[in-house]
């Protein structure tokens, strides 16, 4: 048995537990990284990345076809082969060399295999011989485990053996007949994806498209899929499932109709990975999501701080907010409080303190790659309105600047402002259209600077770029 100390040791090498490693390691103190599959986590190998290059190339073909000139060189259809060669090559083809390199190269010693906290600061990991590394941490250990897809009690699928988001995204071959439960995120992104690539898509959104932003979003990617020639049945709950002995899947809705495909994709949430990391030996309950403070630190229910404050939980695993970008943001304030309190260094923990993570709850930007993109930042109108803010919503038809109609021939798009009427800022932007990825992040300042309306007057957008709908959103709302 090897007994080895650092200062910091993180359970979990996903973008997340990489980036708070790192952060450690650049204020001065050590860490060491535990992982019992890929370095790099979900996001590189089964998540952005190749859900994103799956998407990509079905949207470049979309935005060549809608502008004359250029749609007259376009006479073929989508490869699949090599879109998926694509792919492929996106999740560094399921091989984490690349990322092991950059471990070495900034210092941060990796054990491969499943981490367990065993008590206060020991962290014991099982390697896949079975071999046992008992590790000791000086101030901190971190929980950065992520999330799985949520596999609901159907009766039936469990034992039907569904495509989660993992076999979606690295299928090697493109189903005939693909349905999906869930109305999500990543059922919404796969129906497009996987709709362009040659299936035929059903989608059983129980809840509807996208509930969850602005209504008007669910309602254009929901008639974008319908063009596409997904069936898209909200409200529809599958009942039962079945895998055949010819490899397709029955489902039974809870209406009793059914309804058959070659695959199916259960996207409707995702759990955290708690289960087996020795939550039981400090008293914790394993397989529950961890709450934390502003500043990653376990808190139990009552906020009361964990112990003396050594155990932190960042990214998914704390259900914050279960996005990459928003984890790192995470990681960097986690990272850099460990090294302040370590040190002995005063520690900003305030609302947008450089120590908080305070845009968890006020800013969170969010794209989304269906067709139409959509793009969002802050609250809905619901979500401002349940908070008890005196808000206005200001609403344009982002299809009517001048940058929108060089894009594309028949662009459709909508934007939404909310504003805080007692504070006159920002608190709330959405936008749905071609390409509205790259707008979001003009909001996600103003939101996050709390910029004065009047101030933003002289924030001029160019002509003619899409931009442009800044000002006419200002326009709309009046000087
Ligand atoms: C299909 C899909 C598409 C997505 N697309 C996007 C997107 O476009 N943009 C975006 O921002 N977010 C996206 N997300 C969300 C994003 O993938 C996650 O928010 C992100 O991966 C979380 O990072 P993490 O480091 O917290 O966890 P993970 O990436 O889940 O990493 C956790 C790591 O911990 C390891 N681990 C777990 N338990 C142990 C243990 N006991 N011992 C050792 N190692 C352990 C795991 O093997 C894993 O490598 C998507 C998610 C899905 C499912």
């Not at 996001?43 to 060549?64: D, E, I, N, Q, V």
Request: charged share 25%.
């Amino acid at each position: 048995m090897d007994t080895t100390t650092y200062d910091v040791i993180v359970i979990g090498a996903g973008p997340v537990g990489e980036n708070l490693a790192d952060r450690v390691i650049q204020g001065g103190l050590t860490a060491a990284i535990v992982e019992r599959e890929l370095v790099g986590g979900e996001c590189s190998y089964w998540a952005c990345m190749p859900t994103k290059a799956l998407l990509r190339s079905g949207a470049a073909l979309r935005a060549a076809r809608q502008v004359p000139g250029a749609r007259e060189a376009v006479t073929g259809e989508l490869d699949v082969a090599a879109v998926l060669r694509r792919r492929d090559s996106f999740a560094s083809n399921w091989q984490d060399d690349g990322q092991v390199s950059w471990l070495e190269s900034v210092g941060i010693p990796l054990y491969r295999g499943q981490g367990r906290i065993s008590s206060a600061r020991v962290v014991e990991v099982t390697g896949t011989d079975g071999t046992t590394t008992t590790l000791t941490a000086r101030h901190a250990v971190v929980v950065a485990t992520g999330s799985g897809a949520l596999v609901p009690d159907i009766e039936g699928l469990r034992a039907a053996a569904p495509w989660t988001s993992r076999e979606t995204v690295s299928a090697k071959e493109i189903p005939g007949r693909l349905a999906i439960i869930g109305g999500g995120v990543v059922a919404s992104e796969m129906a497009t994806a996987f709709s362009e690539l040659g299936s035929s898509v059903t989608m059983l959104a129980r809840d509807g498209v996208l509930h969850l932003a602005e209504p008007f979003v669910g309602e254009r990617v929901t008639e974008s899929l319908q063009d596409k020639g997904v069936s898209v049945r909200i409200g529809a709950e599958a009942g039962s499932v079945k895998r055949n002995d010819d490899g397709t899947v029955s489902i039974t809705l809870t209406t009793g109709e059914q309804i058959e495909a070659d695959e199916l994709l259960v996207a409707i949430g995702r759990t955290p990975n708690t289960q087996d990391i020795g939550l039981d030996n400090i008293g914790l309950k394993p397989g529950a999501w961890l709450k934390v403070d502003d500043t990653m630190r376990i808190v139990g229910e009552d906020g009361a701080l964990f112990d003396d404050g050594w155990l932190y939980a960042a990214g998914d695993v704390n259900r914050r907010v279960l996005l990459t970008h928003q984890g790192k943001y995470q990681a960097r304030a986690a990272g850099d409080v460990i090294v302040a309190r370590a040190k002995g260094e005063t520690v900003e923990d305030g609302p947008w303190g450089r120590h908080a993570a305070t845009a968890d709850e006020r800013a969170v930007p969010q794209v989304i790659f269906t067709e139409p993109e959509v793009s969002s930042v802050g609250l809905t109108a619901a979500n401002a309105e349940a908070a008890g803010l005196r808000i206005r919503v200001i609403d344009y038809d982002l299809a009517a600047t001048a940058g929108s109609s060089l894009q594309a021939e028949g662009y459709q798009g909508h934007a939404r402002m909310i504003v805080d009427e007692d504070r006159k800022v920002i608190v709330g932007f959405t936008l749905v259209g071609p390409d509205v990825a790259e707008l979001v992040h003009a909001a996600t300042i103003a939101i996050v600077g709390e910029v004065p309306l009047d101030r933003l007057w002289h924030a001029v957008p160019a002509f003619p770029t899409v931009s442009e709908v800044w000002l006419r959103l200002l326009e709309a709302y009046g000087r």
